[in-house]
Every structure is written in structure tokens, then in C-alpha cells.
């Protein structure tokens, strides 16, 4: 696996050696280069001066909340929005002037299943097989192979309307690579389906990866960036706040020691609600009895503990019990780039994926 | 070879997703059947009215026909994104354009000759100038394919392009010649008149029937053609400035 130059003065972590730390090495083909990319709707700039670029084979990630442009910035690689500034190059091709040019080499999954409704599984994938030139027997066997691949041979005459979201979201992957692009974007795959189907598809992600292909994903799932992703674009307002391996963004964060404490009766003790931190509260007198620990009390409720050392749990617990709090549970927890997502933006990691409970995000 | 097989898939998928649709081959038939009858009454006299009230009906059929369904099958794709998919296929934008307005012009020619052989029943069509009649149909239905899509572009539910397609069609109907002549139109409508692409395409129709028209023939297959053009450009024009903004 290699990286740009390029990619590497865009994250400022290259080595004096020309490595990233990890083994990669810089100078290697880039599939996907962008520079000073912007883009404004009316009053809104959704994407401004974002630079990066994507190695031949790797698998990029770019993680934003909501409203982040992620999904702005996938348009514009992909032809379906035009930037307003900056350069886009895929292999080689200037896509700014040539936007139709680079289409036969990349494969698009949009956010959400478009694809027709009317029309059978299979239908689709061959018609979908069709507008890339396929030949009949051609798109037939490859539309079956990719029916198999994705479990969904036996709905295969079944109308695309009547699937159910996750058979909609791994047909609609299906028909992005239909045509076995070299470069597949990726837009949110696993938003909005039940965890089973979510833990399948991250699977087919990782296998077409390691198959050879270019991926570029965009999500909002923190952990799913960090399982799957080689290196990390975090895009916040519209602009590119950091790119590195993960590795190398969750270096940083490695040392710290942090617990979790889940508490039964949390609310009624002001810890869930963000009241505990006023004078008096919880948070203030956890501070004044282990000042060589920090507290933070999370959105969702419970105590975040962060020290320099090891934490000892024993005497955390028995200092909220004694002040009336029913600890439910103490865990360790290994630093993870949510940790490292939430010290560069400022965002909390719960504003990414407040809908998880529900949909398919990682477990 | 490899975008004509695009192309061919496109045109085949809409053939076989909208036109070839139940609804829609009663709709090609019973349409013209209802023009054909309340014209004939309306006019009062016998089978003579004939050739005088089919190339109207023809015309008719042809911009209903094409029109509103092009319109509409956009829209709704667009609405339900999966034109998108035709957006990212590797063909030159036109070509796709092409394609997906190609199904719309043949249903619309096919629709023309609805009315064309209920009339061969009637009254005796040997005497229609056939090099003159047929591609005036089929200028008719790519001028009304290409409005079709300079509508779907201008809005954005599926409702709205079948209000904003009667926009367009129903003063067509009345000022473009197709069942009172031009000449009664009051003065300051006759300009109006001629700006409306079916004034040339119902004049060639009339000609081509029963004799009667204003312009020469080619006139009224060439302005038929420019406005065919005009109104292709502009659609493209306006999908790349709003869908692909």
C-alpha cells in the first residue's frame, strides 16, 4: 500500500524518511486528487478548499456529521455536481474539464437506493450492466455472480420495490459495481439498515478492498471508519480538518486511560443530563476528591474518567455510592478514533450517530 | 458500439417501464377515438368532414401522446433519483438525452396512425402525400418529446409537469391551426400563432391530407426541425445548469 505525496503534505504526518510510520510509503499512484475543491449553494458554502488524495487500491474514508459535505464532495468526484473551484483528477483524467471522461472508471453506491422500482433485481443489474456497453451474455452472468455474492439470488425476480432496505442498499452496491469499476465511492452504504445487513456489507467493503479495488466511503459511523478505512479524511463544515492512517490518528490518544461508569439511577442524580457539573453537583465534588482525574459527563448519560495512569475503579465506585449514586457498571475502554474525532473537531461523538440504536451502525 | 448499447437498453427499459404499460396503449387509443368523434359531431356534417378533422386529431394524439408522458417519467425519476443512474453512465450527455426521448417519439408516431387507420375505414387515404405526412408525425412527436423535456427540467413533482404540460398544450390546440384555421384567429393572436411549433407541423398535415395549407412544405418541416433543435439545446442547457448544478 502507498500514498501520495500528495496525500501526505495534505496531512502534514509524513516521515522525514518518506514512511507514514506504518509501513506506507509515499509516491505511489493516485486514483483520486483533489485540490483547493469549494462548492456554495446560495448562502451556504458546503465544501471550501478541500485537498486530498486517494492511492491506487486503498480504501479512503471520509467522516463528517451531517451536513458536513461529504455527500457534496462525492458529487463532484463523480460528475453530479459541478465545483466552483479546484481540480479534480481520477487516473489521470481532469474531471473539472472532462466531467463525463473518467465515468467507465468508477462505480457510484449514492446515500440512498435509487435504484428502479418497478423493475426486478435482476432487471437491474442487467440494465444497469447495459448503460456501461456490457454485452448481453456478459451482463447476464455478471448480474447472476453479483445476485450470489450479495445472497440475493433467490429475489432475484422479485420487483426492486418489494425489497426490504437492507436488500435495497446491497442491490443498489451490486449495480455500483457492476461494470468492476477500478474506483468505487462509497456514500454512506450502512446508514439505515438493521446490523446484521450492515455487518455484511462492511464485510463485501473489506473484500472488494482486498480484491484490489479503489474504495472512497463516506460515513458518519466513527467505528466503521476505523475498522474498515487505510487512511481517514475528517471533514467538518465543509472543510478537510485532518487526513492520516489510523494509526497515525489514534497514536495520540493511545496513552490515555479512560473508564466508563454507567449508573442506574443517573438522571435522577443530574449525571445524564449535564447538570452534574454545576457547584455542588456530582461532577465538582468527583473533581475535588481525585484531582488527578478528569470527568467528563456525556450527553447519553453515565461518567467518562480520563487519567494519565491507570485508573483504579475500586475507590470511583465506592465515592458515588457513598454520595447516593447506583453504579450499574465500571469499564475500561480502549481510546478509539472517537476519542481522537472529539479532541480535533470539538463535535461530540454522539452527534455523528444519534440514530445507531436504531439502524445499522457498528456494534 | 458500446454507448448504442446504452442506448438501445435505455429506449427498451422506458418502452417496456411506461409506453408498453396497459394504461398507456388504451390511453393511445381511446384518445384519438374521443377527438375523432367530438370533432365529427362538432363539425355537423358527414364522412366529407373527415379529411378536414384528422390531420387536428392526429396532431392531437401525437402531442398528448408524448408530452405529458415524457414529462412525467422524468420527473419521477429525477424525484426517485434513479436518473442519476443514466447521469453517471459513461455516454456523451446528448446521446443519453437522445435515448431517453426516443421511447416518447415512437410512442407518439405510433400514436399518430391510431387515427390514421380508424380514418382508412372511413374515407379513401390514397390520395395522402405520404413523403409529406410521415415526417411531419414524426417532427410532431420529437418537437412534443422535446417540450416534454424542457418541462420535466422547469419543475420538480410529477404533478406539477402535467399542469405545466397543459400549460403549453391546450392553447396549442386552439391556436396552431390543428381544427380552425389561423386565418380566424384574431389579429393579435395570429403572431402567437406562429411561434408555436404544431402551426407548421398542422399546416404539413393539412397539406398532406386534403391540400389545404399556407406554407410550403418544407418550410414546415424546416422551422418544425429548428424548433426541435431549440428546444433540445435549451432542455440540455437547463439540465446542466440545474441537475447538474
Redesign the interface.
Known amino acids: 500500500m502507498t500514498v501520495t505525496a500528495g496525500a501526505a503534505s495534505a496531512t502534514g504526518a509524513a516521515l522525514a524518511d518518506g514512511t507514514l510510520g506504518n509501513g506506507l510509503v509515499l509516491g505511489g499512484g493516485a486514483a483520486v486528487e483533489v485540490r483547493g475543491l469549494a462548492k456554495r449553494f446560495g448562502e451556504v458554502q458546503a465544501v471550501r478548499q478541500v485537498d486530498f488524495s486517494v492511492t491506487s487500491g486503498e480504501l479512503f474514508g471520509f467522516l463528517g456529521p451531517n451536513g458536513a459535505g461529504k455527500t457534496t464532495t462525492i458529487n463532484m468526484l463523480?460528475?453530479?455536481?459541478?465545483p466552483d473551484a479546484g481540480s479534480i483528477v481520477i487516473d489521470g483524467i481532469d474531471c473539472v474539464r472532462h466531467?463525463?471522461a473518467a465515468?467507465?472508471l468508477?462505480g457510484?453506491v449514492?446515500d440512498?437506493s435509487?435504484?428502479?422500482?418497478?423493475?426486478t433485481g435482476y432487471d437491474n443489474l442487467c440494465?444497469?450492466a447495459?448503460?456501461?456497453?456490457?454485452?448481453k451474455a456478459e451482463r447476464c452472468e455478471r448480474a447472476r455472480e453479483l445476485l450470489d455474492v450479495f445472497g440475493l439470488a433467490k429475489a432475484a425476480d422479485r420487483k426492486f420495490a418489494g425489497y426490504s432496505k437492507g436488500m435495497k442498499r446491497k442491490l443498489t452496491i451490486a449495480?455500483g459495481m457492476i461494470h468492476r469499476p477500478r474506483i468505487l465511492f462509497l456514500d454512506e452504504p450502512t446508514t439505515g439498515i438493521d446490523v446484521a445487513s450492515a455487518r455484511q456489507l462492511r464485510q463485501l467493503i473489506a473484500d472488494l478492498h482486498a480484491g484490489g479495488t479503489t474504495v472512497f466511503l463516506t460515513t458518519h459511523y466513527i467505528e466503521e471508519a476505523e475498522r474498515l478505512c487505510d487512511r481517514i479524511a475528517f471533514i467538518v463544515a465543509g472543510r478537510i480538518v485532518r487526513v492520516d492512517t489510523v494509526a497515525e490518528l489514534v497514536q495520540p490518544v493511545m496513552d490515555k486511560h479512560v473508564v466508563r461508569i454507567a449508573c442506574d439511577n443517573g438522571m435522577a442524580c443530574g449525571l445524564g443530563d449535564g447538570q452534574g457539573d454545576e457547584e455542588g453537583g456530582i461532577g465538582t465534588r468527583l473533581v475535588a476528591a481525585f484531582p488527578h482525574l478528569r470527568f467528563t459527563l456525556p450527553a447519553g448519560g453515565g461518567i467518562r474518567v480520563e487519567g494519565d495512569g491507570p485508573v483504579r475503579v475500586g475507590p470511583l465506585v465506592r465515592f458515588l455510592e457513598d454520595q447516593g449514586v447506583e453504579v450499574a457498571e465500571a469499564r475500561r475502554i480502549r481510546p478509539s478514533l472517537e476519542d481522537v474525532f472529539v479532541t480535533i473537531t470539538g463535535i461530540e461523538a454522539d452527534a455523528m450517530h444519534g440514530d445507531r440504536e436504531k439502524t445499522g451502525g457498528p456494534r | 458500439m458500446n454507448r448504442w448499447i446504452a442506448f438501445w437498453n435505455i429506449l427498451l427499459k422506458d418502452m417496456r417501464t411506461y409506453y408498453m404499460k396497459p394504461p398507456n396503449i388504451s390511453w393511445g387509443l381511446l384518445f384519438p377515438l374521443a377527438w375523432t368523434g367530438m370533432f365529427f359531431i362538432r363539425s355537423g356534417s358527414g364522412l366529407e368532414s373527415v379529411p378536414a378533422v384528422l390531420p387536428g386529431v392526429v396532431a392531437v394524439s401525437i402531442l398528448f401522446g408524448t408530452t405529458s408522458m415524457l414529462a412525467v417519467t422524468v420527473t419521477f425519476e429525477k424525484k426517485n433519483r434513479s436518473f442519476e443512474r443514466l447521469l453517471l453512465a459513461p455516454m456523451p450527455f446528448e446521446l443519453l438525452m437522445l435515448a431517453k426521448t426516443s421511447g416518447a417519439i415512437l410512442f407518439g408516431t405510433a400514436n399518430a396512425f391510431v387515427p390514421v387507420i380508424m380514418a382508412a375505414f372511413l374515407m379513401d387515404l390514397s390520395a395522402v402525400n405520404w413523403l409529406v405526412f410521415v415526417p411531419a408525425v414524426v417532427l410532431i412527436a420529437v418537437a412534443s418529446a422535446f417540450l416534454g423535456l424542457f418541462i420535466a427540467v422547469a419543475v420538480s413533482e410529477v404533478f406539477e409537469a402535467q399542469t405545466f404540460s397543459n400549460f403549453f398544450r391546450f392553447p396549442m390546440i386552439f391556436l396552431c391551426g390543428l381544427f380552425f384555421p389561423i386565418s380566424g384567429l384574431p389579429v393579435f393572436l395570429k403572431p402567437l400563432a406562429y411561434a408555436l411549433p404544431l402551426t407548421y407541423g398542422a399546416d404539413a398535415l393539412h397539406g398532406a391530407v386534403h391540400g389545404g395549407h399556407m406554407l410550403p412544405y418544407i418550410v414546415d418541416l424546416l422551422v418544425l426541425g429548428a424548433f426541435c433543435a431549440v428546444l433540445f439545446m435549451l432542455s440540455l442547457r437547463n439540465i446542466r445548469r440545474r441537475w447538474i448544478a
Do not use: D, K, S, W
Open positions: 463523480t460528475g453530479l455536481a459541478r466531467p463525463r465515468q467507465h468508477i457510484v449514492p440512498e435509487n435504484l428502479y422500482p418497478e423493475m440494465f444497469c447495459a448503460l456501461y456497453g456490457m454485452r449495480a
